[in-house]
């Protein structure tokens, strides 16, 4: 089990939560702290008037809600905010914001009572997840709408996805015999407020865009196999000298990756070498073009920018991001904005542009694969039937080009798209669970960009029959792949291979820049 309480919860821990759906339990030192909270608001509570306890919210907060309504002021709050509309999140999604929401409650900060914190664990473990729509919250008073769904649930009401259906939420919590919420004294106003919903799918965005990163690595490692580049461009001398973190990580891995590949050229041997220069005009590229020469200055920011918002996002997580903030230990109320997602919103619209770049990248090899005229040595669009006849790989790059196209649309960031609402009371908002869907869309499409490449890069393997040379590591998964997407010859619709082959780029790694 992953213990969630008063030690920091790591990335790790998130995606083996999230991804091998493992069990969570609840840190009995931090659940005293909890108590602690609630008993603490509980009594400082009783003659004071507290924002969102015994007062409207938002705008009217300047009116006072009388003491026998301050419980159903609550369920008022979270029916009249569950207000999404557009798709249903994605189960896994929907789970990453419980784990984010019980994170930071279990920071003890939150006045909430330890049935919240009870349930909320309950459903994770269950895999019973609120149904939440993609369109509502401006990440301002946090994900409100987003986090009021969460909050429905929770009191027995709404809808769960449960083993890939919807079903009313009572149906399931009968079925297991789950005991609704009840609200104590602001549940409601601390389910709602906080930035759960952004965070936890930017979590998961940061675990997915490693993989990305990953792939397109080995990827881009490959590639400089198959068309025998020189193995100076990724060598440790010309790199040391610049002075990034990500640029020399990524081009360590390049060494390690084609360390004992057949195919890549050492410089010294050819273009060095005075019995090979008697010649005005040579066949063979001094130098490769961009998209294989500058590997390590393209992935590397995009290293950079993953670590940067791995950093941004798990702080995020396990911090208290709540408003107001119940401080039983200055037996003191803080009021503020700890719920305003800008941290994320930024974070994310520089992971979505750096996966896009990322697609990019490895669009502009993929046509450097199907170009016969820029490459040399493949037949147009890594034909291996016949010319005229057969098309090859054509049709596919259609749809990695399309693909790449609404990346780059994609790419406007939500960050600087602020518009006031709420009375004008949220006059600047971060509009961060929008900026993270949309880098979930962009992490989404550039799988399958990677998908339709990596096609590419195995049938330009089988056309040369070079299979021998490569590197143990791009051998290993050229014969793994090849299993789920056998060599072609004659034209066959594709569609069904690059899902096969998408769904296994997304749930498998086979390098790790970030170890």
Known sequence: MILVGQTTLSLNDFS?????????????????KVNDSFDFLKQFSSNKLIYGINTGFGPMAQYKVSQENILQLQYNLIRSHSSGSGKLM????????????????MQAYSGVHQEAVDLLTQLINLNICPCIY?????????????????????????????????HPTKTIFDKFDIKPLSIHIREGLAIINGTSAM??????????????????LLFSAMINEVVGAFDDHYSQ????????????????????????????RNRSEHLYNPDNLDQE???????????LRCVTQVLGPIYDTIEQAENVLVNELNSVNDNPVIDHLNQNIFHGGNFHGDYVSLEMDKLKIATTKLSMLAERQLNYLLNSRLNQKLPPFVNLGVLGFNFGMQGMQFTATSTVAENQTLSFPMYVHSIPNNNDNQDIVSMGCN????????????????????????????????QDKLSAVSRSLYEEVRVIFPKFVEDEPKYKDLARIKEFLESTERINAFA
Not at 92 to 101: C, E, P, Y
């Open 134 to 166: 993609e369109h509502g919250g401006v990440g301002a008073s946090g994900d409100l709408v987003q986090l009021a769904h969460l909050g429905l649930v929770l009191i027995g009401e709404g809808e769960v996805i449960f083993e890939d259906s919807v």
């Open 90 to 105: 994605p189960a896994q999604l929907s789970k990453a914001l419980m784990i984010a929401r019980l994170n930071s409650f």
């Open 435 to 466: 900026a993270a869907l949309m880098t979930k869309r962009v992490i989404d499409n550039s799988f399958e960009v990677l998908g339709i490449h990596l096609m590419t890069i195995l049938q330009a393997i089988d056309y040369l029959d070079c």
């Open 199 to 216: 965070t936890g799918i930017g979590l998961v965005n940061v675990i997915q865009a490693r993989k990305l990163l990953n792939w397109q």
């Open 237 to 264: 001398e010309l790199n040391i000298v610049k002075h990034h973190k990500g640029q020399n990580k990524i081009a360590s891995v390049m060494r390690d990756v084609l360390k004992d590949s057949k195919m890549i």
């Open 16 to 32: 083996e939560l999230i991804f091998k759906n493992q069990q969570i339990a609840l840190d009995q030192g931090a659940l005293k």
């Open 281 to 291: 005009v040579f066949e063979d590229k001094v130098q490769e073009y961009y998209s």
